[in-house]
């Protein structure tokens, strides 16, 4: 008896599409590429039920002729490449002649199509067993295809399908990523009849990213533009105070293909070097344009992925470029002037340079090689610019506070212990003050965020915040703990939003998941930096701060295990110097 046999070609279909329709979102970029490929200047999505009830994508491209039409969804049918050599020099985004064979064998398809010269259109259906009927179809030109009851015949991947929400999340992604790769299209996605993105065709990536995520948003970025020959870079990156609390804004397109790629993160990491905290992120829209012979797109079934042929050129090209983009922003809005003259403030010397502070009080705190050699400038500000000892506290620096006990020195990390309190208040719900807006403050958002939080209305409350969909991707927030009244709310709603996004990849089941996730997001919202308030506090503040600090539960560590303070005891101070 062999062992071996081949398997049935139904259920070879459908082991291939497993490999390119993971979820619901899945079938929708596969049906806007090609209709991109047809190019369409209108792209229309419609779903019902997070898509897995039905999805529709119409476009008014080229269309297809009947005879195309009914062999579209045969495996290997394609029309965009037919050579060898053509694998090698893709130009469009499908190639593999396999996304409408799979949709087909995972669910049940209606297409309809014509194209500009035909005076009557087809319609091809296909049900259950992936049986096929051709008929006429009125002549309007372009295509339509309605894909019904995803997973319908394989009930274990319908299993995974997660909530409406979840899955209309990855949709909104997708067709977001795809508009932001295509401004000069027009883009419009509905759920259950409502509006949800509504993107007119754009003069340029900048219109298109505005459209997507309002206005303000943009002001937080700043442009990157590089061009050499058969390689070109173009988009926006944050600005080092916009930094994110996850990975979410982060958008690589390599010939408007959106991608995960190591390189380029990479390099763009590398230009923020040193300039955000290492727990926060930049967000960043890229896009690289790369000669189709020095890029293999063919190496991921759901094309998330591609491989360079020189990667070194890549990363020095993003990290050239973005630091371009960063540096002169940080001239022109005083950003690095700001950083120096605060210090200059704190300390009394112009000339310290932060990596200074840091190494003094790393080698005063003993990490290297506990001995105590502080400086005679550091000394110098230390004790003198602050005048006699009439001040409880020292600023060190910006982050630091020193703070004299009568058995020793404690030294705080202000943010780091305003962190800790503020996060141990959200928690337990104790010590916020919740106050009700005289006038509601009205915030938009980006669709997937709206999408997520309007959903999750419990959750946002449960720190604080009362939250209202106020339709068109804007949410009205009617109360908020006192401690967020001059934060930067939208900020706030989208580190919630992200954590959200982030655990509904995983979903939320049980009682610790959500407890897990309540506090992922505290510690989220702690660390924002528009929540520390003013940079310089006084005595009575600080006073309030440490005694706030004290009370915790876990007074030592932030929410993401930093120290928070670390104390020097007369005692160490007397093994220090080497007295008994
Ligand atoms: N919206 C559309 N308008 C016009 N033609 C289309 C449309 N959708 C599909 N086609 C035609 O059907 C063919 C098969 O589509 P399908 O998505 O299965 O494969 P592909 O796009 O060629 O490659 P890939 O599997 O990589 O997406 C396409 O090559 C194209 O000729
Ligand atoms: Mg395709």
Partial sequence: MPEISILSESLANKIAAGEVIERPASVVRELIDNSIDA?????????????????????DGVGMSREDATLCFERHA?????????????????????????????????????????DR?????????????????????????????????????????????????HIIATVTQKALAYPEISFHLKHNKTGIINAPAARDIRERFIQLYSED?????????????????????????????????????????PVKNPTVSHAVYSAYDNLIPKDRYPAYFLFLDIDPHKVDVNVHPAKREVRFESQDEIHNMVAIAVKQGLHPQQEQSGTAGQITSMRAEHTGKAGLSAGGVRETLESALGYENRSFPVSGDLQADFFTDRGPAIHRYFYIGEAFVAQVTNDGLVIIDRHAAHERVLYERLLKKTGLEIENLFLPLRVELPAKEFNVLTNHKDLVNEFGLDIDDFGANNVVVRALPREFHKADIKGLLLDIASGILDEQTSGIKGRSEKQKLVQNIAARLACHKSVRGREHLNDEELSRLIADLDKAEVPDRCPHGRPTRVSLSLADLRKMFKRK
């Fill in 78 to 118: 394609t029309s965009k490449i037919s050579s060898e050599d053509d694998l090698f020099n893709i130009n469009t985004l499908g190639f593999r002649g396999e996304a409408l064979a799979a949709i087909a064998s995972i669910s049940k398809v209606s297409l309809t199509t014509s194209t500009s010269d035909s």
């Fill in 217 to 257: 948003m943009i002001n937080e970025f700043f442009e990157v533009n590089r061009q050499m020959p058969g390689l070109s870079i173009h988009g926006f990156s944050s600005s080092p105070d916009f930094t994110r609390a996850a990975r979410g804004y982060q958008f690589i397109f390599i010939n408007r293909r």
């Fill in 121 to 169: 259109g087809t319609r091809v259906d296909i049900g259950v067993g992936r049986k096929k009927q051709t008929t006429d179809a009125p002549p309007l030109q372009g295509t339509s295809v309605e894909i019904r009851d995803i997973f319908y015949n394989t009930p274990a991947r319908r299993k995974f399908l997660k909530t409406i929400s979840t899955e209309l999340s």
């Fill in 39 to 59: 190019g369409a200047k209108l792209i229309t999505v419609e779903v019902l039920h997070g898509g897995k009830k039905l999805m529709r994508v119409s476009d």
